[in-house]
């Protein structure tokens, strides 16, 4: 994967130096509260997840791909943007994103999310980008919203998840909407 770039952030393939920072804000119950993972997540998981990451961006059809946000100057890993090719439908991906308690709410995920999904409009033909959410995490809706993501449904108490029933919001934008 050639590296993206933006004015603060440089976004590459997650590596082996990147499993320590990975694991401590995967182990934040702040973070983990919407991700599907949970805050026991371990160096072990980390690195079956680092060792099966696939090479290319975007990734071949059914397989995900985390991408490190890192700052540009520093190098430090501030969270991951993960990235899905759809199996069933051709030149379509999903997209999810991942920052660090101490890195939120400084325009961090807006700015490599969007980085991501230019990227897959215009440099690998992508037709449709979506999103899933929870119906409380109104951050990651308002965030979506800010990146011309249209709300396209919500699936009321439709997912079983971290013991109670979940309503999932669902989220895309076309090509030609940009």
Do not use: C
């Amino acid at each position: 994967m050639t590296p993206l770039r933006t004015e603060r952030l440089l976004l590459a393939p997650l590596d082996a130096g990147d499993r320590d920072a990975f694991v401590a804000y995967r182990r934040d119950p702040d973070v983990a509260r919407w991700q599907s993972w949970t805050p026991d997540f371990s160096a072990d998981d980390a690195g079956r997840l680092l060792e099966g990451q696939p090479a290319g961006f975007p990734p071949p059809a059914g397989e995900w791909l985390q991408i490190a946000v890192r700052d540009a100057a520093s190098g430090a890993l501030l969270g991951d943007v993960a990235v899905h090719t759809s199996a069933d439908q051709p030149d379509t991906y999903e997209v999810g994103v991942t920052v660090a308690v101490e890195h939120q709410r400084r325009g961090i995920a807006g700015e490599a999310l969007g980085a991501v999904v230019a990227a897959l409009f215009d440099h690998h033909k992508a037709h449709r980008v979506t999103a899933t959410s929870d119906q409380k995490n109104t951050a990651v809706a308002r965030l979506l919203t800010a990146l011309g993501f249209r709300h396209e449904g919500r699936a009321v108490e439709a997912d079983w998840f971290k013991g109670e029933w979940t309503t999932l919001d669902s989220w895309a934008i076309l090509a030609r909407e940009r």
